[in-house]
């Protein structure tokens, strides 16, 4: 019974494409998160949304938008995809207080 | 914002031996500081954390110390085995939202 969940977990795709990453969660959290993790393993984090408030880096292009049709969906847009792009996209859900529980990834390839 | 900084970025350590991690934090708001082992192709999951209220915190061989005046904490692994190999994150937050992350610690445990 997956926690937090995300799909897909493999993504190959080409430049220039529009492409969109799901995430689920089913812990109840009030916030999620999207994080993305780059070829040095650094994670960083890109967006937080809960029911009131959404959080945008603001080092995140504007290609990159996140969806949420309701609390336990956050999806990940991206326009226009570019090779720097390519990386791995952590989903995460927390409730306020504790750590986070993160999604198992998408590893984003751009050719 | 807040800053963390991890060190070291590598270290190798003899099965058996113990091995130390050490994180430091820039905003003194932070009460709330998790640490994450993330293995090769998988999730970064939650080993430990620690409040801001609290010193010290043990889990069977994994500890974690904080001290608050200074700013930093540090992961301890005693009796270090194979399948302790991975790269650690440190992280520090206000009140378990929007997680700043180290940059991580790959730890390999030599046989």
């Known amino acids: 019974d997956t926690a937090v969940s995300q799909t897909p977990k493999y993504l190959v795709t080409q430049m220039g494409n529009d492409k969109s990453i799901k995430c689920e969660q089913n812990?109840?959290?009030?916030?999620m998160y999207w994080y993305k993790q780059d070829s040095k393993k650094f994670l960083k984090i890109m967006f937080s949304?809960?029911?009131?408030?959404?959080?945008i880096n603001e080092t995140v292009p504007n290609r990159f938008s996140p969806k949420s049709p309701d609390k336990a969906h956050l999806n990940l847009h991206i326009n226009s995809l570019e090779l720097g792009d390519s990386a791995v996209y952590f989903c995460?859900?927390?409730?306020?207080?504790?750590?986070?529980?993160f999604g198992s990834g998408t590893r984003l390839t751009v050719v | 914002g807040e800053n963390v900084e991890q060190h070291p970025s590598t270290l190798s350590v003899q099965e058996g031996d113990s091995a130390v991690i050490k994180c430091t934090y820039s905003?003194?708001?932070?009460?709330?500081f998790p640490w994450y082992k993330q293995e090769l192709g998988k999730r970064p999951q939650l080993i430990i954390d620690?409040?801001?209220?609290?010193g010290e915190k043990k889990d069977q061989r994994i500890a974690v110390t904080l001290n608050k005046t200074a700013k930093h904490f540090s992961l301890h692994i005693t009796e270090t085995q194979p399948e302790d190999s991975a790269v650690y994150f440190c992280?520090?937050?206000?009140?378990?939202?929007?997680?700043?992350f180290g940059p991580g610690t790959r730890l390999s445990v030599l046989p």
């Open positions: 995460a859900s927390s409730q306020q207080r504790d750590g986070y529980t």
């Open positions: 812990l109840g959290h009030d916030t």
């Open positions: 949304y809960n029911n009131k408030e959404l959080i």
């Open positions: 905003d003194s708001a932070s009460n709330y």
């Open positions: 620690i409040r801001s209220n609290v």
């Open positions: 992280a520090a937050s206000n009140y378990g939202q929007n997680f700043v």
